[in-house]
């Protein structure tokens, strides 16, 4: 006996349906998609329901009626691949679907363009935020293929592209796929931020070949990597382990409080690339320098506020991971703010070379009910002389990590 929901993909046009797929959408007595899938069925006689922005009340209706009725769900292309299909999977239990799938929009893309796509990177920004996961491909010289949404569009993309330093690259724009009207459009990022395009669209996005690639992201890279200030940069070996002290989810939002020139948000960007990274920082030169690393790291889910800590902090979302690397006499009041603001089960991981500060930080984490871990890092250099080498000091550095009980 067939599952009660059936969730066909239409391909990129209704001609994409095969007899059977057309014979099960005539059987059913309820009929659930868009508005433009479901107007070829107009003539059906069955219950039909549009789906919108109401998810829930969408896996409601579909779980109060599935018991009576024979269900079935029009999707675009293949309902599996950045479709609703996973979000009816997960609601109503796999026990309760079956999916047709059909031909992705990106399959019948790079098919228009004549292409092979098995080594093309993928990315949704159908309300999501991938951006960061989108120009780190870009920045090791992939192509990436992008579903957009009316809210970020080609125009839209073309525009944080240019923004992040990819003005070089080309755009290709297909409109209204398996449509009358589907067009192909190969633009430069430049035009295609003053162009208008239909709502009904895909872009393959293609670096310069010739472009130089921006440099892998690693824990710990050389200081050298990053534009700073006079050595006011957390060093590569204690940044290595302020990293691993913070445990970072690919999801997580992450604020870097008293950025410098923002290497541990750079290198917090390897982890954390469908999540939010935020450098609060308030000296302007400094600033420059995180939005330059920024750059040429491809990091395009960070944001650089330029604020006196503890101000700026109000307008930013609730972070799971803290790490702060500034704060001179203000500490205790930029770790109370953070504490408050901190989700159950978040981290916040505090470096210093001053005893005070080390004593504010613990007394205060203590004081906040945080579970707290101390070590101290002693880096010793080799420097070389002229018939061997000797071990310079750097400073030490205590670490304190500060965990909040879920």
Same mark, same amino acid.
């Given at each position: 006996m067939s599952p009660p929901i059936t969730i066909i993909g239409t391909g990129v046009s209704p001609d994409n349906l095969t007899a059977r797929q057309m014979a099960i959408i005539g059987g059913a007595d309820i009929l659930v998609g868009g508005e433009r899938l479901l107007a070829p069925f107009a003539h059906l006689k069955c219950r *039909?329901?549009?789906?919108?922005?109401? #998810?829930?009340? =969408?896996?409601? &209706? #579909?779980? *109060?009626?599935?018991?009576?009725?024979?269900?079935?769900? #029009?999707?675009?292309?293949?309902? =599996? &691949? &950045?479709?609703?299909? %996973? &979000? =009816? %999977?997960?609601?109503l239990g796999t026990e309760n679907i079956r999916v047709m799938p059909n031909v992705s929009a990106v399959a019948c893309a790079f098919a228009r363009l004549g292409e092979p796509w098995q080594d093309v990177r993928v990315v949704s920004l159908h309300g999501r935020s991938h951006t960061g996961t989108m120009l780190r491909h870009l920045a090791t010289g992939e192509t990436v293929a992008v579903y957009t949404d009316p809210a970020h569009g080609p125009a839209w993309l073309a525009d944080l592209l240019i923004r992040n330093g990819f003005s070089d690259l080309s755009l290709c724009v297909l409109e209204q796929l398996g449509t009358p009207l589907e067009k192909i459009l190969r633009l430069t990022p430049e035009?295609?931020? *003053?162009?208008?395009?239909?709502?009904?669209?895909l872009v393959v996005l293609k670096p310069d070949p010739s472009r130089q690639q921006q440099p892998d992201l690693f824990p710990g890279m050389p200081d050298d990597r990053f534009v700073h200030e006079n050595g006011l940069i957390t060093k590569a070996e204690i940044r290595a382990v302020s990293l691993s002290r913070l445990r970072l989810f690919d999801r997580a939002v992450f604020w870097d409080l008293g950025a410098g020139s923002g290497s541990v948000s750079i290198e917090a960007g390897q982890f954390i690339t469908r999540g939010s990274i935020v450098a609060v920082e308030q000296h302007a030169r400094r600033v420059g320098h995180i939005r330059e690393n920024r750059r040429r790291f491809g990091i395009g889910n960070l944001t650089v506020v330029e604020a006196r800590l503890p101000d700026g902090l109000a307008g930013l979302p609730d972070p799971d991971r803290v790490f702060i690397g500034g704060g001179g006499s203000n500490l205790a009041a930029i770790v109370q703010i953070a504490a408050q603001r901190l989700k159950p089960g978040g981290i916040i991981v505090i470096n210093t070379v001053l005893i005070d500060t080390l004593t504010i930080a613990r007394q205060t984490l203590l004081d906040l009910g945080f579970e707290i871990d101390m070590i101290q890092l002693q880096v010793n250099r080799a420097t070389p002389m002229p018939f061997s080498h000797r071990f310079e000091a750097a400073n030490p550095v205590w670490i304190i990590t500060g965990s909040r009980p879920q």
């Open positions: *039909q329901r549009i789906i919108d922005k109401d #998810l829930k009340g =969408l896996g409601d &209706f #579909l779980e *109060q009626q599935m018991a009576a009725n024979a269900i079935v769900v #029009l999707t675009s292309g293949d309902p =599996l &691949f &950045f479709g609703i299909g %996973a &979000f =009816l %999977a997960r609601r035009t295609a931020r *003053q162009t208008v395009f239909s709502d009904l669209n």
